[in-house]
């Protein structure tokens, strides 16, 4: 009887275990797919002569979401949009969604806050716009919110009206508290 219940229980996690090596091997395909589809979709823009990228006005960012698939953000009518970037792609393996603001806007916005926030910028080797003096821990434009996202030492209403007030007051930034370490 004790060796039937064992070599059940063994049965059964070797398929367990093959379902999970099938679900992590559709995930990595799907993110691949739409990873791929992500990087041929941004380099069908155009670069100017700087190397930079001259982004679409109807482009709003894109992400891959957490069910693995593309999204492509317009602003404005998504059905305009739909065959053109169906036809760049080759294949339908992406989502759109109307989004508020243009990634233009927001790059112009997000340029227009490192210059007013360059004296208080910390140079270090993070990767991240360090401005702690003024209690910011990090700035970037999110493709997926379509906002400037701010993330604060501290967000309270202290520190939020603190840089509504003193730095800049704009409908495109969205506020996060920073994910610090806990020293003790």
């Known amino acids: 009887m004790f060796l039937l219940l064992s070599l059940i229980s063994i049965m059964c996690s070797c398929v367990h275990k093959n ?3 099938e679900v992590w091997k559709d995930l990595l395909g799907k ?16 670069v100017d002569s700087l190397g930079k990228t001259i982004y679409p006005d109807y482009y709003a960012g894109s992400y891959v979401n957490s069910a693995c698939e593309l999204v492509i953000g317009v602003v404005g009518d ?23 603001y243009p990634y233009n806007h927001l790059l112009s916005k997000y340029d227009s806050l490192i210059m007013v926030l360059e004296a208080f910028i910390e140079q270090r080797d993070t990767g991240r716009i360090e401005c702690y003096k003024v209690g910011i821990n990090d700035l970037y434009i999110s493709e997926e919110e379509n906002r400037i996202m701010v993330e604060l030492i501290e967000i309270d209403s202290v520190h939020v009206h603190r840089f509504l007030s003193q730095i800049a007051d704009m409908p495109e930034i969205l506020f996060k508290e920073a994910d610090l370490p806990v020293l003790h």
């Open 19 to 21: 379902t999970d090596e």
């Open 78 to 100: 998504t059905s305009v949009y739909r065959d053109e970037i169906r036809k760049m792609l080759g294949n339908d393996l992406f989502l759109i969604t109307e989004r508020e």
């Open 31 to 46: 993110t691949t797919i739409a990873n791929t589809n992500k990087d041929k979709y941004k380099d069908s823009f155009l």
